[in-house]
T-cell receptor, first 112, second 116 residues
Framework: QKEVEQDPGPLSVPEGAIVSLNCTYS??????FMWYRQYSRKGPELLMY????GNKEDGRFTAQVDKSSKYISLFIRDSQPSDSATYLC????????????FGAGTRLFVKA | SAVISQKPSRDICQRGTSLTIQCQVD?????MFWYRQQPGQSLTLIAT?????????ESGFVIDKFPISRPNLTFSTLTVSNMSPEDSSIYLC?????????????FGPGTRLTVL
C-alpha cells in the first residue's frame, strides 16, 4: 500500500463548478498537509498548508484535513480555466522537505 | 520565496549516455533536493545535497547512477548516468525556506528527459 493515494484523473469540469480533490494516507504520524499546484512545463508551487486537522480557507480554495479518516481534501469554488493544472497533495510528519511524501497528482481541466 | 532555474529544460538522449542537470538558486541555501517525477507517479525524492558533504540518497537511488555535486550554496548538479528508457522523467530541483508556519519548498521548472 502506498503511503499516499491520489486519483490521477483527469478531472474535467465546466467553468464555475465546485471541484473536490482528495487524498488518503496510511501514516498516522503525518501532521503537516499541503496542496501544490503544477502548471504544464512548470515546477509545483505551494497552494495551501495545513497543520493537523480542520479546515483552512484562502479565497476560492478550502483545504480540509480529517486525521481520523486519514483523508484530506481541496475544494475549489467558482473554478476558472486558469485553475487547469495538476494538483498534488503532500504530507509529512515533520516540517522539512526530506520528510515530505507526495501524491501522484490529479490533472484538472476547467472548460470555459 | 526562491527563484530556481534549471538547465537544460529538456533533452532527448541515447541509451547508455549521461546527462548533467544544473540547478541555480537566487540565494544561499543549506540543503537542495533532487526529485524525479514520472508520468502518473508520485514526486519522488532522489537525494538531498548539502554543501560541503556527500549527498544523502533515498532508498532505491545510488550515487553511481545519480552522482550529485554541490560546489557552493547556490548551485548543484545531478547527473543521470548510463541512461536507459526507464530514466525518462522530469527531474526537479528544490529548496526550502523557513516560513512562520513551517518549511516551505520551492521547485525549479524541471528538466524533461527522454531516453531513446
Amino acid at each position: 500500500q502506498k503511503e499516499v493515494e491520489q486519483d490521477p484523473g483527469p478531472l474535467s469540469v465546466p467553468e464555475g463548478a465546485i471541484v473536490s480533490l482528495n487524498c488518503t494516507y496510511s501514516n498516522s504520524a503525518f501532521q503537516y498537509f499541503m496542496w501544490y499546484r503544477q502548471y504544464s512545463r512548470k515546477g509545483p508551487e505551494l497552494l495551501m498548508y495545513t497543520y493537523s486537522s480542520g479546515n483552512k480557507e484562502d479565497g476560492r480554495f478550502t483545504a480540509q484535513v480529517d486525521k481520523s479518516s486519514k483523508y484530506i481534501s481541496l475544494f475549489i469554488r467558482d473554478s476558472q480555466p486558469s485553475d487547469s493544472a495538476t494538483y498534488l497533495c503532500a504530507m509529512s510528519a515533520n516540517t522539512g522537505g526530506f520528510k515530505t511524501i507526495f501524491g501522484a497528482g490529479t490533472r484538472l481541466f476547467v472548460k470555459a | 520565496s526562491a527563484v530556481i532555474s534549471q538547465k537544460p529544460s529538456r533533452d532527448i538522449c541515447q541509451r547508455g549516455t549521461s546527462l548533467t542537470i544544473q540547478c541555480q538558486v537566487d540565494s544561499q541555501v543549506t540543503m537542495m533536493f533532487w526529485y524525479r517525477q514520472q508520468p502518473g507517479q508520485s514526486l519522488t525524492l532522489i537525494a538531498t545535497a548539502n554543501q560541503g558533504s556527500e549527498a544523502t540518497y533515498e532508498s532505491g537511488f545510488v550515487i553511481d547512477k545519480f552522482p550529485i555535486s554541490r560546489p557552493n550554496l547556490t548551485f548543484s548538479t545531478l547527473t543521470v548516468s548510463n541512461m536507459s528508457p526507464e530514466d525518462s522523467s522530469i527531474y526537479l530541483c528544490s529548496v526550502e525556506r523557513v516560513q512562520a508556519y513551517g518549511n516551505e519548498q520551492f521547485f525549479g521548472p524541471g528538466t524533461r528527459l527522454t531516453v531513446l
